[in-house]
């Protein structure tokens, strides 16, 4: 279920256009903030005395999606050709279905969600999805924003730095989905995810993520009871322990992959009685067999 809220800004009245419907709440207001205010990374290449005019023009519209599936095809209508949808707050699962399988991509505060493209492959078919997986707020990015801020390039050009960003994102994801090993596979994507969303501890680096098993199997290309197994050897062996929304790394990335892929860190001596009982689950595959030391 969608429906608009947010703090309200009204735009200077000469900014006040005419806008196309969009899904929500039926006769709920349109509501607006300054992008700025919510995004000022977007403002760093301004200079401080150009800030302020920005400000004023750079007003968007504020969409809330509640957590749960969302059907996000009527607001991307409503961007028309502009940037997109600029994700202020929340966490979004963008999900791609091919032949029954399912790969998904976390995207969190200023991520931009961009219409479809019309060149999707037809032959095999694809089917894009999105999954608020917390209340999430989103900024409208549209035709007339752009107008607006048209005065302001160093605006558009942050925002087609997001774009890029996103990409080498994808390429990480793509990286670590071809370790063969799949404790691997979930140890890389659980410190890549830490590297923006964990929190360091005196024990280690937080992870408070809604991360469940299935999910973290559509990120790592692996089926769910497989990953319930590889994260149950990962906890017995005191590498990551916790549960979904709230994981834990214990160590060193350096240290996690010697022990998993070199077979001989600290990891092995500090831990033996753990390391040494590594032991393949029943549905595992060869590559994901016993990972300790013979």
Known sequence: MLSERGDAVTPPASQLLARPPLPGRPGSPALYAYLLDLDDELAQDLEVRMRFSARQHATVRLLDAEAGGCDLSGWFRAVGSGPGLLITEGLVAAETCVAGRTVAELLGRTDLLQPPGGNEDEMIGVCPAWRALRPTRLALLDEEFLERVGSWPQIPRALVRRSERRALDLGVLRAISCQPKLEVRLVLLLWHLAARWGRVETAGIRLSLPLTHRLLGQLVAAERPSISHALGRLSHAGIVTGSAGDWHLHGSVDAHLEALIDRASPLDQRQPQN????????????????????
Do not use: K, N
Not at 276 to 294: F, H, K, L, V
């Open 275 to 294: 390391l040494g009982r590594y032991a393949s689950a029943p549905d595992a595959t060869s590559s994901e067999r016993q990972i300790a030391r013979p």
